[in-house]
C-alpha cells in the first residue's frame, strides 16, 4: 500500500508542471495511508525531475518521518493538520498557482460565475487566514475556513491555495481546476464584470457533477 | 468508418491540450458517422493520456450508447442536439479555453476587428444563452445562436464556448481559432479600442478564405 | 541551393510554434533565393507537423509557382513584393502573434522602452496600414512602412506582425523578439507607464548590437 | 573544476528556456570558479539548443577570454564586475523575463507581497539604474543596489532582471522564483492591491527558509 502510495504520489507530482502550477521546488502533494496515522509526501527542496517514487517520504499525521532518506516538504505540518481534523480527506495539494495566489495575495475569494466553479467547488473558492509557517497555524487556517464551506481549495491570504480530496488525485484534480477558473475569472474581470449563476442553478450543477460525471 | 473516425476524433483531443484549450479531463469532441445517426465522442472523465481510439464510445443521435465500454461524455446530448437539428455539421468540439470563456462570463461577443476572426467567423462571435446541463438546453441554445450567424463558434454564457464545423477537424481548428482571436482582442482592449473592420471588407476576406485558402 | 533552402525554411517554421507565434495552419516564412528571381515559402493551410522541406514550394517573384506539389501560402503575393521591392531582405516572416497583433489591431506602434527594442528594432515598432488580401496591397504596406524605419517589423492593422531580414533566419528572429517586446510592453502599460529611453542611448544600443552582438 | 562547471552553467541555461525565461538567444548564466580569478559564461549569439558544456567559455574576472572556440556574452563585462565586487557571489544569471522586465521597464520595485518573495529576497525586490553596455555601468548598477538589500535580484531598468546566488544554481534560481513572483503580483495589482505583510513576519519567513528549506 505504501509502495503503491509513493508511486502514485511520484506521478501526481507531474501534473502541478504539467499546468504550470509550480516552480523550482516549490508545492507538494501527499496522501493518507488508509487505515492508519501515517502520510506519503514530497521531500523538501527536491527538484520535479528528481521526484520518483523513492524520494517520497513517509510520516506520522504530526510530521514526523517514519520512512524516507530525505527531510520532508517544508509544508508537511499543514499537511498533517487536515489530516488530523478533517478524516474525509485522503490527499492535500498545495501550489503557488499564480493566478489563483494573484486572488488570495488580494484577499478576495473567486466568485463562482462559471458552470465549472458550480460543478467542482459549489460556490465561491474562499479565502483563508494569514499564516506563518513553523506550528499549526497554516492547518488551523486551512481547516477551518474548508469546514465553512463545499469548496476543496481554499486561497491563504499573501501565501497560495491548498486544496484537499478523498485522494491525492482528488487534490491535484481540484488545484489544476482552481488555476483554471481562477484565470479565466481574472480575464472576466479584467474587461468588465462576469454575470452572476442563480444559487438554486449552483446547486443543481454541484449535485449532478458530483454523482453523474465520469466513469 | 467508425474504426478511422474513433481514430480521428482521439487524435484530434490532442490538439485541445496542446493549444491548452482544456485542462484535466474537461473538453470534447465528436465526429457524426456520415450517412447514419450515430456520432462518435469521447467517453466522461477520462484523462486525455487514455484517450486512444478504442477509449471513444459510439452513441446514437440521442445520446444513447451504442458501442464503447465507457460512459460517454456528460456533454453528449448537447452534441447529438447539434447533429440532429444542423443537418450540415460533422462535427463539434467543446472547452473551456480561458479567453473564450472569458467572453462568455461577461456575455459578451467577441468584435470582429482582426483579419482572422473575419476570415473563419465571418463576423462578430455570437453568445449564447445560459442553459443547465441534463437535458436539450444546451443543445438548443447553441443550434439557435448558430443559425443567425455565419459563426462556426458560440460562446455560452458562463460556460465556454462550442464550435461545428464540416467535419471533426474543421470543429477543433474553429475552436483553436476561437482561443486564439479571444486572447489576442482581449489584449488589444486591455490597452484601449481596437480599430474596426468595415462590413465589406469582412465580407471580402471570409469569402476568400472560405473558398481559396488551403490545398 | 534551393534543396537547402527547403531545409531551412522547414526548420525555421518550427521555431513559430516553439514560441507561441502561430495558431493552426496560421503564419509563414520564406526565403529568397541567393542571385536569382525565386523565393522558397511554405505551402498554404498545411499543418505544422508536416512541414518538412519537401513540402515547401518554390515560386517567382510574382507568385507564380516553380516547383512543388502544393498550392503556395496565401500570403504569397506579399512575400514576393517585398523581394521585388526591397534587394536587401533574404527573408519575410509572417505571423499573428497575440501581443504583437494586439498593439496592431489598435493602429499603436510598440514604443522603444526596452534596451530589447533598442537592439533589435531601432527605435518604435511602426504601425502598417490596413490591407486586404488578393493584390499588392499587403506588400505595398509592408514596404512603404519599413522604408520609413530601422525596424524589421511592421505591425500590419487589424490583421498581424511582418518581419524581414538579410535571411530568413534573421526574419524569424526579429518575429520571435518582436512578440517578446510587445507582451513585455504591454504588461509594462498595464500598471502603469514605462519610463523612455533618450535617442542617443537607443542609437547607442542599436549600433552596438547590429555590429558587435554574436560570432 | 572546470569541465564540471562549464557542464553545470550549460545545463543550467535549459532551465532559463523551460520557465519561458528567455527568447531567441538573449539571457545568460555564469559561474565563478572557485579559487581563481576566472568564470565560465554562455558564448555571445548561440541557439539555446546547441548549448553544450563544449560552448560555454571561459574568461577571467575582467572579462578576457582564457579557454574557449567562441566569444563569450556580450554581458561578460556586467557578469565579471559583480564577481570582482561581491566576493560571497559565485553565480549570476541574466534574463529578460517578461514580468520581471515590465517592472523593471516602469522602474518600479516588486512589493513583498507573497510569503515566497519574503522567503527567497527578504523584501521588496529593488531598482537599479539605467545603465549602457560596453563599460562598468551595468556592473556597477547591479552591484550598488544589491548592497542595499537582501534581494539576490535586482531588476535593471529598461532592461531586466540580474540575479545571483552563492553558486550558479542558486542564481538560477533567484531568476526563475522572480519571473513567478513578478507575474502574481502583477496580476494581483490587476484586479486591486494586494495586502502587505507585516515586516516582523518578512524576517521570520526569510530567516527560516534561509535556514531550514531543503535537505
Redesign the interface.
Known sequence: MIAELRETVAVLHRELTR?GLV????GNVSARVPGEDLMVIK????SYDELGPDAMVVTDLHGTLVDGA??PS?DTAAHAYVYRHLPDVGGVAHT?S??A???A????PIPC????IADEFGGDIPVGP?A???DDSIGRGIVDTLRGSRSPAVLM????PFTVGQDARAAV?AA??L??VA?????????????T?EAR?VD??YT?YQN????
Open positions: 499546468y516552480s523550482w521546488t516549490a521531500p523538501s527542496g527536491v530525505l527531510s517544508s503557488h499564480p493566478y495566489t494573484a486572488w495575495a488580494r484577499g478576495e460565475v462559471l458552470t465549472m494569514f506563518l509557517i513553523g491570504r499573501n501565501h497560495g484534480k489544476v481546476l488555476e483554471d484565470r479565466t475569472v481574472h480575464f472576466a474581470h479584467q474587461l468588465g464584470t462576469p454575470e449563476i442553478h443543481h450543477l449532478r453523474v460525471y465520469g466513469q
